[in-house]
């Protein structure tokens, strides 16, 4: 029996849940799932410059498995643009540095740390109508405009 893939440790969540083509209707369907893990070594080795080794000390994997999760998410990107498809930022084997959360009304977010209690009301307008992000990227809350 196989063990159990370690989580992978993401430093920070995508500020966008997903891109579509322009003038296309977003077609869910047929849709490619880029995983958070895939955007996060995306993010540190393409846009930070780090190199596999620092990734996959940041991630908590190996350096095989960066390389791994490299090449599927470089082809999964291929397959989005040449192609014409919607992809979408969303699951995968993860674990969160810090909570994130969002208020539904003016779309401030806050980062936090594990130990500290969720936010009653927004610091920004004082709605009370706050998300969590992990429950809308690592699971797809299905409940908020980003999941919808």
Not at 70 to 81: E, P, Q
Request: glycine share 6%; aromatic share 6%; with cysteine.
């Amino acid at each position: 029996m196989p063990r159990a893939k370690a989580l992978r440790t993401l430093q920070e969540l995508p500020s966008v849940k997903g891109f579509r083509p322009l003038w296309m209707r977003a077609n869910y369907r047929q849709a490619i799932t880029l995983k958070l893990e895939e955007y996060e070594v995306l993010r540190l080795i393409d846009y930070e410059n780090l190199i596999q080794e620092q990734v996959a000390e940041l991630m908590g994997v190996s350096r095989p498995t960066v390389t791994r999760i490299y090449d599927s998410a470089r082809k999964k990107l291929g397959t989005a643009l040449v192609e014409g498809r919607t992809f979408v930022i969303e699951g995968g084997d993860v674990q969160l540095a810090m909570k994130y959360y969002q208020c539904e009304d003016c779309q401030h977010r806050i980062e936090q740390h594990h130990k500290e209690e969720p936010p009653g009301v927004c610091p920004a307008c004082g709605s009370s109508r706050m998300l969590s992000l992990q429950d809308c990227f690592v699971r797809g809350c299905q409940r908020c405009r980003r999941c919808r």
